[in-house]
């Protein structure tokens, strides 16, 4: 079971937190229909480290991304999700 | 004292195997009390049922596995090697029939040459029904023990726990460790799967510090709990999984046992470590050869410990099959404990070394000498037939001892994601670079030498360096050789002894091209047994090495997968089960429905009430009822399950315009609307209503069932897409219950009762009910004129109770669920899981009209692409009336039973204002077909109920009834 | 030489000690090119490469894995073998994969023990009831076969089951179809690879793809751990691996990989004899031939290609087996093991062309494609070999995402995790 640093909360059992979605796989308001559809739907999905977004849903309920490697499970950074944390 | 004489003095414990009683002595593990007693037939094995003893003396033991315990506690499969006999215990044999001495099943070992490994693949062919009728005899053949029927009486429990070091396995190695560590002053777990601490030493006679070992142990143990350190007995590491997350399962009562006051069978330990040391030791080799799983076939550490540390002699003619020094150790013991060592048969050369001279001078030692036959006599061993240097020589023995080397115990190792390395003396995978920066010490570290292992590991504990004085009747111990697989053996050699897999299964697997590891192991069965080949897994590599003539380990690797040693699913479910399932979600109001004697409806975790059924009345007359009452007079339902939130600030109106589909912001204090909420991908998942309550004030509700999902979307919409806004959520639904007042007389109810004018309906505000601050927002489900009355959480029983009074004195009273949703659906008002179904659009749901043309929401975007935005071909929300009867929920609409569906009838209802059946379905191009006639067909219920389509909506299509 | 399997071929070699069997398969070195290169042997990989062969004489074909065969999400699932969905897309698909089961081991020389033990989904409510009454109308209203049960008539099926009205999740009912079952999972590659062997199929393991060959938008070939093999078409059919290997091409999919677990008890006599499934729930529990009872939950919830699970999705997906089999509880378990399964952003699977010519995809099949092997190759052969999408795989395009023609079973919409 990973250990996720919350920020706020610092580290905790990940059945505490909640996957959301790839941060490259944001779909904002304002995009375009055809950016935003090809943002949700075509996934880098990489065999390797990517960012993710990921919410404390059973702790402070705050939001973070998670640099993570999909192989090793290696978290290699927590970084809370603010404006300068978004693409 | 050990050996014989000890044993006299523990306590004497009863038992009973197969329904005749015995004694055993307190401390002794079922195989143990059993050899003593003279059994040493056990159990069958799996395919050709034979005969099969005791092998082991531990968790690897393959052979000896028998039923424990009766009732709700039977535990098939026990290994005997690891069950501690307690007053009392039952054991019995399995997969045996009639008996486990005259078992019927032995035929199949007659026929062992037509069905080889995967002889299954070869034949029962034709239709399935006709493997079928195969399948049900090879079934009921297979499966070893019989399963327990009735539930579990025990409980299980889960425990979080931290440490700074967990140790794994308290031989000298784990003690010493974490000794030195508890005494510098970490935090120390040390676990271990045995009743005793000790592993090695209970069954070598070394002493450390001029200690003897097992004292030596026991007063380690001793002095790591005084160092605040905790040792946990029975207790096995079945698990290491990412993050340093050990799970550890401690066993509160044997097999089969009641459990003390704690009524706990088994705890499962989640232990977060800093670091993680492995003294997990390791497991003797068997050896290959026709006739090695006769009972009286052992391993040798296992007979040394059977000696030693309980006093119990296997055989008393020995012959002892060795191909490294152990087998040594092991005709000291048996020679010291009484027994005639017959034999030494060494696999080597030229053994040479003081213990073999010592040997020498003592029992008839063979050198280039191995097994190659076993003769039996009334299912136990009589003779073993020897090779000896070229000739073959035959001993009369009742025990065979074995050790064909040592294989390290490296799963936890591997199971954190570390890897092998190949250790080439040994012909043995020793632990190489790990992932969690786990180490393994002792044995399990391919390490032989005490002194050196007691230094080591002591450091690694974190003690300052040291030496240990060790003495060792038999001088320090060599690496264990491993003795080599002759490349042809006639008979059947076993290496799986559970699954009956012999060496020319896997030459035959290998024949047939199922040349990788895990190709050969799936298709021979070969560790895939209860004992997850820890005998076995060594001597299939070697095998598939030579007939690839490549070394071991490029011959591959199969995976360690948890658990270490098969767990009890009670234990990995811990609590949640029976009552404990799931959680139960009460309403507030709980005790109020219960007096009202309602039935309840599981809503997700929630139980609310369905129907209040009057003596007599059954729930679908009560709901009916119940619905009139709201048409004609006044009800009161519970909606306090709703979800509610509350959004404030400066922004509130922002978010929401990002949240809801349909307009908001420009919604009047004191007024609220109907909305609903899009997925990115542009289908509704949910709706509800909003209310302005202030100029920076909303109050948000939505479905029941989707609370948290929507409590989570709300989130992600605030803090991901829209960090900037100055906007709080509240989830009110945690604070605030809610009833609903409905029909023609509930604006004279409320009236009567808050004494202030009701609001209009789609208005809101506050006012008093009971003594108590309510909100009250004039919505209507049910069609009627109908407010929703919040109230705090703490508040509202009298509210409830004071709004219940007026209602009856109004002539009405509580309704619940079921009549709610016969209202609804005279409506046409979808609800989520039914109409909302997760693949709709607004349009489809005939609520296109209310969309933000202009965008500006989430799935705005998706809402554009074409297949969504065409209305052609799509389901559409229509209303159906039954021409003919009760209208079956669920059913297909068709044009004649028999017919590909166009929709279905989402959910059915007794109309409420008058006669008949009607429902709402999803038809396609519904919108335009209404007036179409046709078939609402239940294929499974064998209806079929001719409809007309229609609009969603039966009654009162002007909104007369809500409207002032 | 590998011959005929029968009972007679059987006793032979009884009396011979079994050495006329030759190998199921020849260790195959890269010989191209290929008419079609199939990466990914698992059995949708495999049964396409054989319909190729057998159904559409396309024998310069080979299938390159780049471990084992039946290493991935074949020899990983828990054999659930089926065709009663909802959507009437999947019914067709799986209801043609269902009839190719019935006649699988026959076609194939090779018992793959397909066992229509029965299907039985459970209904712990009202609702339950009626959703299951929904599915199983529509399934019959297509010819599929489904039957409602009562309580009494679920019990008789499975004595075992907690029918008490205290259960947590008291049963109410279910939804059986009959002709679904199990299957033995390494049986259905081996069979495959062995009779897809016999038509001239060259089954290359131990050879991963690295990379694509192209010519402009053309692809023309794989790159290799064993050299670079030309190909008039490559077909990827790499489940959990789907996402990786597009990308090696260039190629983002509206798939994530995520991990799913199962479990197995030591064998015990027959206890359990059809497969039962709640989605209340969340866990689906069968009992294997060698007497384990295989059952599995939800999957891990976040992306990774880890083939590890985490302990807790685990409990979970236990204590609801033994919510509902209370004897289950003193059974233990043997082994858990973990799969990548290719989590589509519907749940439906892609099957078809992808944006560069010459490159096609099979992937998608999230946690349940198992029961899809048979029918999904053959469709997916069809596909390779005509050019065209088979009417019935013609919905599972990859262009449905952009249009907005998703197939979404559980209508939880493109949120793998929550599905
Ligand atoms: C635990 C679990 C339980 C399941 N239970 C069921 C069930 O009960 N019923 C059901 O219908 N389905 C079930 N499934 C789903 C089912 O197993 C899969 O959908 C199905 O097996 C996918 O088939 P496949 O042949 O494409 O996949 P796989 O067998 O995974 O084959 C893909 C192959 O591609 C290979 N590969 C990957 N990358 C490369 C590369 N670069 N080069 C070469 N080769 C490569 C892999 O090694 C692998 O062998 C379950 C899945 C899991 C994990
Ligand atoms: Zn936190």
Redesign the pocket.
């Known amino acids: 079971m990973l250990l996720i640093d919350c920020p706020h909360c610092g580290p905790r059992a990940q059945e505490e937190f909640g996957y959301d979605r790839t941060l490259d796989s944001l779909v904002r308001i304002e995009d375009a229909p055809d950016a935003a559809m090809a943002a949700l739907y075509a996934r880098a999905n990489p065999r390797g480290e990517d960012d993710e977004i990921w919410r404390h849903t059973f702790g402070c309920r705050g939001w973070m991304v998670l640099r993570r490697d999909r192989v090793s499970h290696a978290i290699l950074s927590v970084r809370p999700l603010g404006p300068e944390a978004l693409p | 004292m050990t050996g014989p004489a000890a044993r006299l003095t523990r306590p004497l414990v009863r038992f009973r195997f197969d329904g005749r009683a015995y004694e055993a002595r307190a401390g002794d593990t079922l195989a143990a009390a059993l050899l003593a007693n003279g059994v040493t037939l056990v159990a069958r094995s799996f395919k050709y049922h034979r005969p099969r003893g005791i092998m082991a003396a531990g968790v690897e033991e393959p052979s000896a596995l028998v039923t424990v315990g009766t009732g709700g506690r039977r535990e098939p499969n026990t290994r005997a090697t690891d069950v501690i006999v307690y007053d009392g215990l039952e054991a019995f044999s399995q997969n045996a029939w009639p008996s486990l001495d005259l078992d019927l099943g032995a035929v199949n070992g007659w026929l062992a040459r037509l069905i080889p490994a995967g002889f299954y693949y070869k034949t029962f062919f034709g239709p399935p029904r006709r493997w079928m009728i195969y399948e049900r005899f090879i079934r009921k053949a297979a499966g070893l023990g019989a399963p327990p029927v009735e539930p579990d009486p025990d409980g299980f429990a889960h425990r979080a726990a931290f440490c700074d070091l967990l140790v794994v396995g308290a031989g000298p190695a784990g003690l010493a460790a974490a000794l030195a560590a508890a005494e510098a002053g970490q935090r120390v777990m040390l676990v271990e799967q045995d009743a005793r601490v000790g592993g090695a030493l209970l069954r070598d006679p070394v002493t450390i510090d001029g200690m003897a070992g097992v004292p030596w142990a026991e007063a380690a143990a001793q002095r790591i709990r005084m160092a605040g350190g905790r040792v946990l007995l029975r207790a096995t590491a079945n698990g290491y999984w990412d993050g340093n997350l050990v799970t550890v399962v401690e066993r509160l009562a044997e097999p089969g046992q009641a459990p003390g006051a704690s009524r706990l069978a088994q705890r499962l330990w989640k232990v977060r470590c800093g670091r993680v040391l492995l003294a997990t030791g390791a497991i003797e080799r068997p050896l290959a050869f026709a006739g090695n799983d006769r009972p009286g076939v052992m391993l040798s550490q296992a007979v040394r410990g059977y000696v030693r540390r309980f006093g119990v002699v296997p055989g008393r003619r020995a012959v002892i099959a060795t191909s490294h020094d152990d087998g040594y150790r092991t005709a000291f013991a048996l020679a010291e404990a009484g027994a005639e060592v017959v034999a030494v048969l060494d696999g080597r050369a030229t053994p040479e070394g003081d213990l073999v001279e010592r040997a020498r001078a003592r029992f008839p030692v063979f050198a280039a000498a191995r097994p190659i036959a076993t003769r039996t006599s009334g299912h136990r061993l009589a003779g073993v037939t020897a090779e000896v240097a070229g000739r073959t020589q035959a001993f009369a023995a009742d025990l065979l001892a074995m050790a064909g080397g040592q294989t390290p115990v490296v799963h936890l190792h591997k199971q954190a994601g570390g890897e092998l390395d190949w250790d080439e003396v040994t012909q043995a995978f020793v632990p190489g670079p790990s992932r969690q920066g786990q180490r393994s010490l002792g044995a399990a570290a391919g390490r032989s030498v005490l002194a050196a292992i007691l230094a080591e590991a002591w450091e690694a504990g974190g003690g300052a360096a040291r030496d240990f004085a060790v003495e060792d009747p038999c001088g320090p111990a060599q690496p264990a050789a491993a003795a080599v697989i002759p490349a042809r053996l006639p008979g059947k050699a076993f290496v799986d002894f559970q699954n009956d897999v012999t060496l020319d299964d896997i030459d035959l697997a290998w024949r047939e091209g199922y040349r990788s590891v895990e190709h050969l192991k799936r298709y021979t069965t070969l560790g895939m047994a209860t004992d997850q080949g820890k005998t076995s897994n060594m001597a299939a590599l070697a095998r598939l090495a030579q007939a690839q003539g490549v070394a071991i380990p490029q011959a591959g690797l199969t995976t360690f997968r948890p658990p270490y040693t098969p767990t009890t699913l009670g234990a990995f479910a811990g609590p949640a089960v029976g009552d404990h399932a799931g959680p139960v979600r009460r309403l507030r109001l709980h005790a109020a429905h219960e007096a009202l004697g309602a039935i309840w409806l599981p809503s997700g975790y929630w139980f609310r009430p369905r129907a209040y059924p009057q003596p007599g009345e059954t729930p679908g007359e009560a709901s009916l009822r119940e619905a009139r009452m709201v048409r004609s007079r006044v009800g009161l339902v519970d909606v306090s399950t709703l979800a509610t939130f509350e959004i404030a600030g400066p922004d509130a109106a922002a978010l929401l315009e990002r949240v809801c589909a349909t307009t908001v912001g420009r919604l009047a204090v004191g007024r609220g609307r109907y909305t609903f909420m899009l997925r990115e991908d542009g289908l509704v998942f949910d709706d509800g209503t909003v209310w302005r309550i202030a100029e920076e004030r909303f109050l948000l509700t939505s479905s029941t069932g989707g609370a948290d999902r929507m409590a989570q979307h709300l989130s992600y919409v605030r803090n991901v897409l829209a960090p900037d806004l100055r906007v709080s959520v509240v989830n009110l639904q945690e604070h605030h219950c809610a009833a609903a007042l409905a029909g023609p007389r509930a604006t004279a109810v409320l009236e009567r009762l808050t004494g202030d004018a009701a609001p209009l309906h789609m208005h809101c505000h506050r006012t008093a009910i009971a003594g108590t601050a309510v909100l009250v927002l004039a919505a209507s489900y049910s069609g009627e004129r109908a407010f929703e009355v919040y109230a705090p959480g703490d508040r509202i029983a009298a509210v409830w109770a004071a709004l219940l009074a007026a209602a009856q004195e109004a002539g009405g009273g509580a309704y619940g669920l079921d009549a709610m949703d016969h209202l609804r659906v005279e409506k046409g008002h979808v609800v989520v899981g039914a109409e909302v179904d997760g693949r709709g659009t607004p349009a489809d749901l005939g609520l296109g009209g209310m969309v933000r043309k202009a965008g500006g929401f989430v799935g705005w975007q998706g809402l554009q692409r074409p297949v969504l935005a065409d209305p052609a071909g799509r389901r559409h929300l229509v209303g159906v009336e039954s021409l003919a009867g009760p209208l079956p929920e669920g059913a297909m609409l068709v044009g004649r039973a028999g017919d590909e569906p166009q929709g279905h009838v989402t959910t059915a209802a007794p109309r409420v204002a008058g006669e008949g059946w009607i429902g709402l379905a999803l038809l396609r191009d519904g919108a335009s077909r209404h007036g179409e006639t046709l078939h609402a067909w239940s294929a499974t219920r064998g209806l079929d109920v001719p409809v007309r389509i229609g609009p969603p909506l039966f009654y009162d299509p002007e909104g007369a009834r809500y409207r002032d | 030489m590998s011959g005929r399997y029968s009972a007679l071929a059987l006793l032979r070699g009884a009396l011979g000690g079994h050495r006329h069997w030759g190998r199921a398969w020849r260790a195959a070195e890269p010989d191209g090119p290929y008419d079609v290169v199939v990466?990914?042997?698992?059995?949708?990989?495999l049964a396409t490469a054989y319909y190729l062969a057998s159904q559409h004489g396309v024998r310069k074909v080979a299938v390159?894995?780049?471990?084992w065969?039946?290493?991935?999400?074949?020899g990983?699932?828990?054999?659930?073998?089926r065709s009663n969905y909802r959507q009437p897309q999947l019914q067709r698909l799986l209801e043609h994969s269902l009839k190719l089961w019935e006649g699988l081991s026959d076609e194939l020389n090779y018992n793959v023990m397909f066992s229509p033990r029965g299907a039985l989904f459970l209904g712990h409510s009202d609702a339950d009831m009626t959703r299951l009454a929904e599915r199983g109308d529509s399934l019959r209203a297509m010819g599929i076969d489904a039957e409602l049960l009562d309580l009494a008539a679920v019990r008789r099926l499975v004595p075992l089951l907690d029918c008490s009205p205290t259960a947590r999740w008291p049963v109410q009912g279910g939804l059986i179809q009959r002709r679904g079952g199990t299957a033995r999972h390494d049986a259905v590659a081996w069979g495959y690879a062995r009779a897809a062997d016999r038509l001239g199929v060259d089954i290359i393991e131990n050879?991963?793809?690295t990379g694509f060959t192209r010519q402009g938008d053309a692809v023309t070939g794989v790159e290799t751990t064993r050299g670079t093999i030309a190909a008039g078409k490559v077909a990827i059919?790499?489940?959990?691996?789907s996402g990786h290997?597009a990308g090696l091409a260039g190629i983002r999919l509206p798939i994530e990989s995520h991990t799913?677990?199962?479990y197995v008890t030591e064998p015990v006599k027959p206890m359990i004899d059809t497969v039962i499934m709640s989605q209340s729930l969340h866990c689906?529990i069968s009992q294997s031939d060698k007497g384990g009872i295989v059952a599995?939950g939800d999957p891990d919830g976040f992306p990774s290609y880890a083939q590890r699970g985490q302990p807790m999705r685990l409990e979970d997906a236990i204590a609801q087996a033994i919510a509902l089999v209370p004897a289950l509880s003193r059974l233990r378990m043997v082994r858990c093991w973990?799969?990548v399964?290719d989590m589509s952003f519907d749940g439906s699977p892609i099957i078809g062309d992808l944006p560069l010519r010459n490159l096609h995809l099979n992937g998608g099949?999230?946690?349940?494609?198992?029961?899809?092997?048979p029918g999904s190759g053959h469709l997916y052969a069809h596909h390779l070999a005509t050019g065209s999408p088979h009417p019935i795989a013609a919905p599972f395009d990859l262009a449905r995402f952009a249009v907005g023609r998703t197939i979404d079973e559980a209508g939880v919409g493109p949120m793998p995790q929550h599905r």
Do not use: D, P
Not at chain 3, 39 to 45: A, N, S
Not at chain 3, 69 to 74: Q, R, Y
Not at chain 3, 76 to 81: A, D, H, P
């Open positions: 990466i990914g042997g698992g059995g949708h990989g390159v894995e780049k471990g065969i039946g290493g991935g999400n074949t990983r699932n828990t054999t659930i073998v050879c991963e793809v059919c790499v489940a959990g691996h290997v799913l677990q199962a689906y599995g973990s799969g399964t099949w999230c946690y349940g494609g198992f029961k899809a092997t």
